[in-house]
């Protein structure tokens, strides 16, 4: 059996798109209260919240390795996995970047950037940027 990877552009619309974009919204607020609960300092988190933007250089390489290397940066998967093993081994700069790591991912989802898909920087999971909000 052979598994195909579908490149074709698949926004969420409407209520759902809505609830996403509050959920990230609710991950930009609960990060960053944890994150200050902790003790973190406004100039790491100032420093470091637009970091995983860099990823956006990945495009020089196409779209293809572009989208995966924005996913990478931009999934919940990677922060909590940093968090998580900064809680099991006491190392409390790992959690702090994993809750900045988490706060921007939060902040992006919030405004509606999504995940890319492979067709171009534009289609995301929550739509494509720049177009108007009926659609």
Known sequence: MSMTIQNDFGPVSGQVRTV?????????????A??????????????????????????AMGN????????????????????????LLGIEILQHLALIHLAHIGLDRSLGYGLKYA???KHTHLGELGQKRGR
Not at 20 to 32: D, F, H, I, N, S
Not at 64 to 86: D, E, Q, S, W
Request: hydrophobic residues 60%; neutral net charge; charged residues 5%.
């Open 34 to 59: 944890l994150y200050f609960g902790l003790g973190g300092a406004v100039w790491l988190f100032a420093l470091l919240l637009f970091a995983p933007d860099l990823s956006f250089a990945g495009y």
């Open 64 to 87: 293809k390795a572009g989208a995966i290397i924005y996913n990478i940066a931009h999934n919940y998967l990677v922060p909590v996995a940093m968090g998580a093993t900064g809680i």
């Open 20 to 32: 996403l974009r509050l959920e990230g919204l609710a991950v930009l607020l609960a990060a960053t």
């Open 119 to 121: 067709s171009g920087f």
